[in-house]
């Protein structure tokens, strides 16, 4: 190579290090100015407000009137010049108004489904299954602080260091979780979970790869035949994602009471009854906890019951629920395989009852759940129906459980089993047969099916 084109090339490479170099302290040191005027701006705007007036107006129409404020503030004397980010700005100030600080931007990106501030210096957000870092900056640890007390105050909660742990949900469906110094070391931590607004059917879950189009059909059947389900899987597998879908099944006429610690589920049906648990308060009174909301569910002659997590001693009302005269009810339990959710289930019954013995509870157990639908999440952040299980009863104290459909891992593939499920006879005594035969005819077949 000629030493002048070497030349031009080496200084070519040269300048692009030193502008790529300079840009980065550039866009920090604007960063940091952004970042330096929003107290200033802020405490300014909140003066020249009527707070009554503003908690009114919706999020855009607050923000043009912080704007016309902003262009006010500017011609003052003491005013720290804002060149040409007033939107921005005046869009942050909202957002500290409402309490959301620096992480408001991220909840109103809809490819945002979870939220996680580490503390002061790390913030994470995950974005088609995938967790990466973002630059999201608190100034300092009590705007970190006031940032999650202003988040718990939004839901009537309270975060201090008497009560520093919160379980809630935002306006938008939301579940935040929220833990604060001192047992947060690094700053308060703050975890939010968000929703699709009107969730997924199962034919979206289809589409996106989460289920074969058959499996649809199976859950289609329980559903609408009244069958007791348990969805199953780990932390973030789409438990709750799975529970909504299946509800879509259910009939417009029944009347359906959910429970959940912090109201998740999204039913579409016009006669749902959502009840909520209830933390004690900071002077440890005042508890209701999802044992004592089913006992009282029980009263309110629900024809299902849906339960967003079972996770204590509750499951003894649960599973005598689904025994006595309320099929079709659903429940979603932390489980790693179809088989361990009933060994769990066993446990938690066992915790509500003290002195049963483990065969009575076993039979309890198999007796109430006839479905067991597991998830997955995967390490390429995709979540996957792996398990549609039969629980077909005991063979001597051995709960007999079948996969009506699998996934396979190492091919990628779902694959039928082509059993006969044990409660074919209730399906077809509930007018369900056909739906039942339809869905089931790939799996006769014997395929594995992509």
Request: net charge negative; charged share 25%; glycine share 8%.
């Amino acid at each position: 190579m000629p030493r002048s084109i070497q030349r031009r090339r080496a200084r070519f490479q040269n300048q692009h290090l030193s502008d790529r170099d300079a840009q980065a302290p550039i866009h920090v040191a604007a960063q940091d100015r952004f970042e330096a005027v929003v107290p200033f701006y802020h405490q300014r705007v909140l003066d020249s407000l009527d707070a009554g007036n503003a908690t009114a107006l919706d999020d855009e129409e607050l923000t043009r009137l912080v704007l016309q404020i902003l262009h006010q503030l500017e011609t003052t004397v003491d005013a720290p010049p804002i060149g040409g980010v007033h939107r921005a700005l005046a869009r942050r100030i909202v957002d500290e108004m409402r309490g959301l600080g620096p992480i408001g931007p991220l909840l109103r990106d809809p490819d945002i489904s979870d939220i996680l501030v580490n503390g002061l210096h790390s913030v994470y957000v995950e974005k088609n299954g995938m967790l990466s870092p973002v630059d999201v900056r608190f100034r300092d640890f009590d705007h970190l602080t006031r940032v999650a007390q202003r988040i718990a105050e939004g839901v009537g909660r309270q975060v201090d260091e008497l009560n520093p742990m919160c379980d809630a949900r935002l306006e938008d469906g939301s579940r935040v979780n929220i833990i604060v110094p001192p047992l947060a070391i690094d700053g308060a931590a703050i975890s939010i979970r968000r929703f699709r607004p009107g969730g997924f059917s199962l034919e979206d879950l289809s589409r996106g790869g989460a289920m074969h189009r058959g499996m649809v059909g199976m859950l289609e059947v329980a559903t609408r035949a009244k069958l007791n389900v348990v969805v199953s899987g780990g932390t973030g597998a789409g438990k709750t994602t799975i529970l909504n879908a299946l509800s879509g099944m259910i009939g417009e006429e029944e009347r359906v009471v959910t429970l959940e610690d912090a109201a998740e589920l999204n039913l579409q049906q016009p006669h749902v009854v959502r009840l909520e648990s209830r933390a004690p308060s900071s002077e440890g009174t005042g508890e209701i906890t999802m044992r004592d909301l089913l006992k009282n569910a029980l009263r309110m002659r629900p024809d299902r019951i849906v339960v967003g997590e079972v996770r204590g001693a509750e499951a003894l009302e649960a599973m005598q629920a689904m025994n006595t005269g309320h099929p079709g009810s659903m429940v979603t339990v932390h489980a790693n395989s179809p088989r361990d959710a009933i060994s769990r289930l066993e446990y938690l019954v066992m915790m509500g009852t003290g002195d049963m013995p483990l065969s009575a509870i076993r039979n309890q157990v198999v007796s109430a759940v006839d479905l067991v639908v597991h998830a997955s999440r995967f390490g390429d952040g995709r979540r996957r129906v792996v398990a549609i299980t039969d629980v077909i009863g005991l063979e001597g104290e051995v709960p007999v459980l079948e996969d009506i459909w699998s996934y396979d891992s190492a091919s990628d593939r779902f694959v039928c089993s082509g059993s006969r499920p044990s409660f074919a006879e209730r399906v077809s005594a509930a007018g369900f047969g056909d739906l039942l035969t339809s869905s089931m005819s790939a799996a006769r077949q014997g395929l594995e099916i992509n």
